[in-house]
């Protein structure tokens, strides 16, 4: 098996070489191939997938690389749904890696986790090769195997610290024609990554996350496994936090004007934490800081500000709203840690949006 890693042109060429020489740490019988970087042109920042996948398909091309032979694309440009990798349904042994922003998530170099990831996408594939059928093939629910899906982003940290395939996707992929002697050098090579990742000091111990209570009535954030500690932050601000929880993978720049729900919720948040305002006024504020990354910079600051007055720049870290290279906005806060209280008028505003609706049951069934 062949597995050829394809580098976006704008990456560190030392940090390619990097991924591939980990890859290749593990002697067996997969074969990981280097091939020269490439250049990755998209319309907007944030890629489209059939952006990525164009690249894919020319660089196969023109390196004359067999059909049933793998070819990821690594990057750091972000895409557009927020994905860590995927791969082509028209020609599914062509995929991609997201390379960049995993230090949102854990503390150890960067090429370990993409690493990971890239031999995590082959054996997906190896899992189903039909990529219309995968819901069946992933977990929804993690469970510390390489096909969690990790619909909440920061989940990737269980499958990365076991480093492990389960017993059901181990047949799976025999099924589909993978011989134990690959799926041996598989796993050796996720347990060789997981292990030096665990090495870097990637899981180190940290204090318990408190659950965070807004009661949006009063207005209020409040700590309750820290001493009951309330967090001050300006009602704006408060309705901007509100939204990105409810936005669980983040949002991306252009969805702030082009995207109605994004300013209908901020909007819904505002009046409930501003019910003296007149609705013009709301409504005018909510505009003006769709249409300004200034005015959401400022809101980002005041929510940093208010926790790490609360907590501490160290311990606030987990709880403050991250920027990843200006593209996307998020929360990386476990929801189930996180309750939402008296805000009914935000069902109507996001009715038929099954994302957002499953966050909002998850936050208020915490109550």
Not at 71 to 88: I, K
Not at 139 to 167: S, W
Not at 353 to 362: I, K, P, Q, T, Y
């Amino acid at each position: 098996m062949k597995i050829h890693l394809l580098p976006d042109e704008g990456m560190d060429i030392r940090r390619v070489r990097r991924i591939h020489a980990l890859l290749e740490e593990t002697d067996g019988l997969i074969d990981f191939r280097l091939q020269k970087p490439v250049p990755v042109r998209t319309v907007a920042e944030a890629a489209e997938f059939e952006e990525l996948y164009e690249v894919c398909s020319c660089a196969r091309g023109a390196l004359r690389i067999p059909s049933n032979e793998y070819l990821v694309l690594l990057t750091d440009r972000p895409n557009r749904m927020n994905h860590f990798a995927g791969m082509d349904i028209s020609e599914p042994r062509n995929g991609y890696v997201h390379a960049g922003e995993w230090n949102l998530y854990l503390a150890c170099e960067d090429a370990l986790p993409v690493a990971f990831t890239v031999l995590n996408l082959v054996l997906l594939h190896k899992s189903e090769p039909d990529q219309t059928l995968l819901t069946a093939v992933l977990h929804q629910k993690p469970i510390g195997c390489v096909n969690d899906f990790c619909g909440y982003k920061a989940d990737v940290i269980f499958k990365l610290r076991t480093g492990d395939i389960c017993e059901a996707c181990i047949e799976r992929m025999r099924r589909h024609g993978l011989s134990d002697m690959y799926l041996e050098h598989a796993i050796r090579i996720l347990g060789h990554l997981s292990g030096q990742m665990k090495h870097h000091f990637a899981f180190k111990p940290k204090l318990e996350l408190s659950s965070v209570v807004i009661d949006m009535c009063e207005g209020t954030v409040t700590l309750p496994d820290y001493e009951d500690r309330m967090v001050q932050i300006p009602p704006i601000s408060l309705a901007y936090y509100v939204l990105l929880l409810l936005h669980v993978d983040g949002i991306l720049n252009d969805a702030w004007q082009q995207d109605p729900i994004v300013k209908g919720v901020w909007l819904a948040a505002y009046r409930v934490l501003k019910p003296m305002q007149s609705e013009r006024e709301l409504a005018a504020s909510i505009t003006a800081h769709c249409a300004s990354e200034q005015e959401r910079n400022s809101r980002t600051g005041e929510v940093k500000k208010a926790f790490e007055a609360c907590l501490g720049p160290k311990i606030a870290s987990d709880y403050v709203v991250k920027v990843k290279r200006s593209v996307c906005r998020l929360v990386t806060l476990p929801r189930e840690r996180v309750t939402i209280r008296n805000f009914n008028s935000l069902d109507a505003v996001i009715s038929g949006d099954e994302v957002l609706e499953s966050a909002w049951r998850m936050m208020k069934s915490n109550a």
